[in-house]
Every structure is written in C-alpha cells, then in structure tokens.
C-alpha cells in the first residue's frame, strides 16, 4: 500500500520569495524542458501575497504546494494579494491533484491588487475545456457556484470598480465561445463633461442555468433559476422569472415552464426508462405483500 502523503500547511511550505529564487536558478539549467517549466512558473509566483487556496471539505484552508499546480497551468498574477481559491472534494494528496488537472485547463489572469475567485466544487470536472479564460481586475470578487462546466474558449471577466459583483450560482454552464463579464473593458464617456457612461455593473447568474453556444452575457444582467439562454443572445438586463428559455433581439421570455438537464437527449430517456422500471417495479412489491 503506497505511503500517504502529508498535507502541507502554510508554515510547511516555501516563501514566496524563495520559490522565485528557486526558479530564476532553474532557468539557468541545461535542459531546455526545465527551463520552459521554470519561466511558466514564474510568472505564477510574481507579486506579493499572491496565493492559490484549497478549500478542503471540512472548511479548513491550505495554500496549494507549488508541486501540485498542473504543469503548464497558466495562472498569471500582475498585482499583490491576489487568491484564487478552489474547494477540493477531499483532503486526499493524490485526489487532489487528479482534480487540479482540470482546472490547468483554465487560464486565469489577475491585474492589480487583492482580486479573488472562488469555484466551487465540482462533479463534472471533465466539463472543463480548453482554451477558456478566467480574468479578474481592479480588485473583483468572482465568486462560482458548485458543479458548474465551462466550455471551450469562453471568457468570465470581472472588474472590482464600484463593487460590481460577479457571480455564478450551482449546477450552470457557460458553453463554448461564451462570454460573461460585467464592464465594457474600454470606457466611453460624455464629450462635453468627460463624465464616464459605461460604468462596470454586476452580473447574477442564478443555480442551473443553462449558457449556451456563444452568448453574450453583459453587465447589468441577472438570470434567473432553472433557466436557458439561446445560442447567440445578448443579455443587458434583468430578467426574474425562473424555468424559461431567453433569447431574441432585444432578448425576451420565448417559453416558460421548461427545465433541463446536463445529460444528453439519449441519456436522460434512459435515465427516465430506469425511473419508471424501477417505481413498476416497487408498486409490484407492495401489491405482493400479504
């Protein structure tokens, strides 16, 4: 039986500063392999106070050892204080680190100072596609529910101006080419007065909505429960109404009283088949008992 690993608390680990050091020496090393891995890693250890947090299953709190991030995992910190926190579902080493490969499929870039984002844990950890962005700025709080899939080359943007929130309730999807972010990057403003126009403003997705191919969620947005948004729809305000499909141009309520599931078509008529079998099956056993 393999030896268990111990869990390393933050007094175990090595400063930030001497990890730096570690891997400026590493780039001088003769092997070219090295010395890529060791400028990835660089730039994931710049600043101060920039950590990545493991929330374990009892509550407790551990900076990440640096041995366990996924090799080639791309989180780059631009600024001090900066968290990216990822609850884990289970204090096991080696759980831990087959978890964490599906998160170093995400790219995750923080500009400026005490910025965090929060994911929840998840069961769909194969629902987490290549090429999709996770950035953060001016010290936002991004904060991603429970058992959510991201697909590929989607973007989740957040910017701390005025306490914009940004927030992504339990069991929901951002599917391909989609992009959730609450300002406008850029800033437009009144040419006489110089008075910004297009100030950053929180974005509310609810539990288990469904994000579909290239969507557009902005600032201003917030979705409610049990809800679905067509492919290619632009979403800018608020909408309160649960288990309904969103879209159009102005987007609008197409259809209300719907719900879905992240199994496909196939799959979920089997799983159906399975539930009727089996309530057949216990109405049977008590009309068989005495």
Not at 34 to 47: I, Q
Not at 75 to 80: A, L, V
Not at 255 to 264: A, E, T, V
Request: charged share 25%; glycine share 8%; proline share 5%.
């Amino acid at each position: 039986m393999p030896k268990r690993l111990p869990v390393l608390r933050d007094s175990d680990m090595l400063s930030d500063k001497t990890i730096r050091f570690l891997l400026r020496l590493g780039r001088l090393l003769p092997y070219a392999g090295w010395r890529k891995a060791c400028r990835d890693r660089l730039r994931t250890y710049s600043g101060k106070g920039n950590q990545v947090i493991l929330i374990y299953p009892d509550g407790q709190r551990h900076r990440c050892p640096f041995s366990w991030l996924p090799y080639g995992s791309a989180i780059k910190f631009q600024g001090d204080r900066n968290t990216l926190e990822l609850e884990v579902p289970s204090s096991s080493p080696k759980v831990i680190k087959r978890y964490l490969k599906a998160f170093g499929k995400l790219s995750y870039y923080f500009y400026g100072d005490d910025n965090c984002c929060h994911f929840g844990v998840t069961r769909h950890i194969g629902w987490f596609q290549e090429g999709s962005t996770v950035i953060l700025h001016n010290g936002a709080k991004m904060q991603i529910g429970r058992d959510i899939a991201i697909g590929p080359h989607a973007q989740l943007y957040a910017n701390g101006l005025d306490n914009a929130e940004f927030t992504i309730g339990d069991e929901s999807i951002v599917a391909g080419e989609s992009v959730v972010r609450n300002d406008d990057a850029h800033t437009v403003f009144d040419d006489k007065t110089a008075q910004i126009l297009n100030r950053p403003r929180g974005v509310h997705i609810g539990k288990h909505v469904w994000i579909t191919f290239r969507c557009l969620i902005l600032k201003g947005t917030r979705l409610p429960d049990n809800c679905v948004i067509a492919c290619g729809t632009t979403c800018t305000k608020e909408f309160t109404e649960p288990n309904t499909i969103i879209g159009g141009a102005p987007p609008r309520v197409l259809r209300r009283g719907i719900n879905w599931s992240i199994l496909s078509i196939s799959e979920y008529q089997e799983q159906q088949e399975q539930n009727i079998a089996e309530i057949a099956t216990t109405d049977l056993d008590e009309n068989q008992q005495p």
